[in-house]
């Protein structure tokens, strides 16, 4: 059981956007710990996608975007597309964990 | 180019163990922990712990068991995983990543593990 929640899936036409959350307590986000973002393509391994909350690296288009408040953390995609189909994960640390990573439960973005 | 190249996939019986490798190229290895995360199949993604590539002290995460070992070979830019005493429930992709140890930039593509008499 993850202590970061996000919903098992969400859905957009091409061109939309949608937003995935990742709600977490006041012993990871909300404690002011960063949050991380990785993409998992079908049958890949992950990708780094957002760092430190809002970083995009190098070849991350940025149609993905990061925000964080509270204790909650969001990824945004704007100008949903076909290869955006994917499972996506949030990461952060955990003080009850001793400093733990943790991911998030998984969110799958399905493209209409 | 920067990648972390896994050994291949094991069919492993119930009790034995397995050790997997992660050799690195592309860049300077000590200057960067390598994490270690499984995924069960159809579940998400679970962090396991790092490797501290200058040391070779490994943390765990909490809840680990004692079965998993990580450790290194520096000579050749490898590091590795033996889990012991091996169950059905090991049966998982396992993901070597690169990390500072936050910010897994570089994963290896995983080595299949499956657990079954």
């Known amino acids: 059981q993850s202590v970061l929640t996000q919903p098992p899936s969400v859905s957009g036409a091409l061109g939309q956007r949608v937003t995935i959350s990742c709600t977490g307590s006041r012993s990871n986000i909300g404690a002011g710990y960063d949050v991380w973002w990785y993409q998992q393509l079908p049958g890949t391994a992950p990708k780094l996608l957002i760092?430190?909350?809002?970083n995009r690296p190098s070849g991350v288009p940025d149609r993905f975007s990061g925000s964080k408040s509270g204790t909650s953390a969001s990824l945004a995609i704007t100008g949903l597309q076909a290869e955006d189909e994917a499972d996506y994960y949030c990461?952060?640390?955990?003080?009850?964990?001793?400093?733990?990573?943790?991911f998030g439960t998984g969110t799958k973005v399905t493209v209409l | 180019q920067v990648q972390l190249v896994q050994s291949g996939s094991e069919l492993k019986k119930p009790g034995a163990s397995v050790k997997i490798s992660c050799k690195a190229s592309?860049?300077?290895?000590?200057?960067?922990?390598i994490n270690w995360v499984r995924q069960a199949p159809g579940q998400g993604l679970q962090w396991m712990g790092w490797i501290n590539t200058n040391t070779g002290n490994p943390i765990y995460a909490q809840g680990s068991t004692g079965r998993f070992v990580f450790s290194l070979d520096t000579s050749v830019s490898t590091a590795y995983l033996q889990i012991r005493s091996l169950k059905a429930d090991d049966s998982a992709v396992y993901y070597c990543?690169?990390?500072?140890?936050?910010?897994?930039?570089?994963w290896g593509l995983g080595t299949m593990v499956t657990v079954s008499s």
């Open positions: 760092s430190f909350n809002t």
């Open positions: 592309g860049y300077s290895f000590t200057n960067y922990a």
């Open positions: 990543a690169r990390g500072r140890p936050d910010t897994f930039d570089v």
């Open positions: 990461q952060s640390y955990d003080s009850t964990l001793k400093g733990d990573f943790v």
